[in-house]
Every structure is written in C-alpha cells, then in structure tokens.
C-alpha cells in the first residue's frame, strides 16, 4: 500500500505509489511506528522543496523521527502548494529564488523567515488551500504559474494551459471557468522577476486533453 505522501497543486498529501521529481517537507507530521500521518498538515511554517538526491544520503520513507518526506510531481507542483527551495539541498536555486522574490516584491528584507512567513499566510485559509484572486490574464502569466479551473490545477506554461494530473500533464484546448490562483501571489511575482521552476517531462510529449 503506497503512503500517504504525495502533494497535489493544492497542496492536499495523498496516497499514490508515484513520488516525482522533487522530495521536501513542511517539518514532523507522521507517526514513524505506523509510517502513516498524523491529524497535522504542517509543523513548520518552512515548507521545503528538496532534491531527491543529495550527497548519496538515503532515507527510510516516515519511518523515523525525523522529518516527513513529501513527493511532488515538479517544483510548479511544489511552489503552487506553498513550498520554496531548500537552501541546505538545492543552494543554488534558494538563491536565484530568492533574488527573484525580492526583486519582484518589492522587498528590502527577503530573509527566509520573512519569505516563509508570507508565504504561510498565502498558502493558507481556514487551515485549507488558499485560492488566491487572479488579477492577470492567463496568457499573460509566466511559465509555472499554477491555477485552479473548476476544482482542477492547471499549469501555464509556452503560452499554453495543461491540465495537471498525478502521472503529469496534458494540454487544454479550452481552459474552464478559472476558479483563482495556486500559485501563492508573492511566488508568482518571482516568477514574473525571473525565477524558472523545473516542470515534469510530460509537457515535451502532452497529447491535448479532450476534456
């Protein structure tokens, strides 16, 4: 049985055997004798995006301790569910992250705990995913942006909107009603300043969705 451990675009854990390209974190919130959850969602307001490799450590999935390991499909998947990268594990990119947040919010400060703690309040509502208010035309978002359509994530990138699913993406030939973005509002602005996420593979061969 697959643990639950995988994170969708809005930010939901599941149970899927498929792990993706990135690992991360958002603190303890397993219980490492059952290897199951427990009623937390998050037990730091640091919610990470890791490599999957990393000095040729090698964990046991939830069965110590120590912090919960958490799977997303790509880093577009991980930043619209409210996560940032990791400065122990993937340094060079936290750097450009960051660059690119301050640059595009305007910020002087742009230390990991302010960044962490906006991020916390556009991340979430009510203990749920926060769908934040899209103020920009899709066509004019940059590549790895994340929205919500009718309940569903869909990915904006090449000037193009793909439906995202857990094994990866297809292309839209009509986007739905767009519900807002998940994308948190702060991420999307380093976005826009420069920083480029690593998206999955499936958008080089995405067949147009039918639906």
């Known amino acids: 049985m697959p643990l639950q451990n995988r994170v969708d675009p809005f930010g939901d854990i599941l149970d899927l055997p498929l792990r993706g390209l990135f690992t991360g974190n958002r603190g303890i919130i ?50 619209a569910a409210g996560h940032r990268p990791c400065f122990q594990c993937r340094r060079d990119e936290a750097g450009k992250f960051v660059a ?24 979430l509502q009510m203990k749920r995913k926060r769908v934040n208010v899209l103020v920009t035309p899709v066509e004019e978002l940059p590549d790895g942006t994340m929205i919500a359509a009718q309940g569903e994530a869909y990915l904006v990138a090449n000037g193009n909107t ?24 702060s991420t999307l602005k380093a976005l826009e300043a420069g920083y480029r996420p690593v998206l999955h593979p499936s958008l080089e061969t995405a067949d147009l969705d039918a639906a």
């Open 30 to 79: 397993h219980d490492p004798a059952s290897r199951t959850l427990t009623t937390k969602r998050w037990a730091s307001k640091s919610w990470l995006i890791c490599s999957c490799s990393y000095k040729d450590v090698r964990r046991d999935v939830m069965a110590s301790r120590s912090w919960t390991e958490l799977f997303f499909l790509d880093e577009a998947t991980a930043l």
């Open 100 to 123: 690119a947040w301050v640059e595009g919010n305007g910020s002087q400060a742009g230390s990991i705990r302010d960044i962490d703690a906006t991020l916390h309040r556009e991340r």
């Open 162 to 185: 793909y439906h995202w699913s857990p094994q990866g993406y297809r292309q839209t030939s009509t986007l739905p009603f767009v519900d807002g973005l998940l994308t948190p509002p």
